[in-house]
Antibody, heavy 122, light 110 residues
């Protein structure tokens, strides 16, 4: 069964940091770009970042550029999101998602985890 | 990276059809075929329903269909069923390695 399981969320003060993880199983992890998408409480979805499969090119939404870092360990089938300089507006459920197309990362996300919650508050 | 525009709500009775619009610009929806739609039930993860404007992933009922005209994409749900009640989000490639989502539409089955 194809599965994604996020972890690492929690309560953090403004300016703090967290490392989110996403453990993947059931598919050839290294073949697919992987993305993070977040959802603030009661709000819509927001694409955050993506990392290529084996080559690992990375891209970020303007709202997180310079503060968030995405990485992956294909030997462990795990995706990471390092979130630094956190702000109240970063409070959200963070979902990891598998991209559908092995070549074009922006062609839909067909597998999603259940999400991990990040709360930024003093 | 402006969000795509969706109506906040839509509704229909069981068996009816409902269409949800998603309006962008020539830099996103109008410029690419990479428009997707996602269904999200309360407290659950999103589910891919449509990709490349009109294509359905395996397992998605053919009651769900997508289309696009100019800068506006649409999702049509035919033969509404109670389990279709959910939030629906469109997304589009916006160039320069960016993806933008719509604000979401809450679909109510009356």
């Amino acid at each position: 069964e194809v599965q994604l399981l996020e972890s690492g969320g929690g309560l953090v003060q403004p300016g703090g940091s967290l490392r989110l993880s996403c453990a993947a199983s059931g598919f050839t992890f290294s073949s697919y770009a992987m993305a993070w998408v977040r959802q603030a409480p009661g709000k819509g979805l927001e694409w955050v970042s993506v990392i290529g499969g084996s080559a690992g090119g990375t891209y970020f939404a303007d709202s997180v550029k310079g503060r968030f870092t995405i990485s992956r360990d294909n030997s462990k089938n795990t995706l990471y999101l390092q979130v630094n300089s956190l702000r109240a507006e970063d409070t959200a459920v963070y979902y990891c998602a598998k991209t559908r197309n092995v070549i074009l990362w922006f062609d839909g996300m067909d597998v999603w985890g259940r999400g991990t919650t990040v709360t930024v508050s003093s | 990276q402006s969000a795509l525009t969706q109506p906040p709500s839509a509704s229909g009775s069981p068996g009816q059809s409902v269409t949800i619009s998603c309006t962008g610009t020539s830099s996103d929806v109008g410029g690419y075929i990479y428009v997707s739609w996602y269904q999200q039930h309360p407290g659950k993860a999103p589910k891919l329903m449509i990709y490349e404007v009109t294509k359905r992933p395996s397992g998605v009922p053919d009651r769900f269909s997508g289309s696009k005209s100019g800068n506006t994409a649409s999702l049509t749900v035919s033969g509404l069923q109670p389990e279709d009640e959910a939030d629906y989000y469109c997304s589009s490639y916006a160039g320069a390695n960016n993806v933008v989502f719509g604000g979401g539409t809450k679909l109510t089955v009356l």
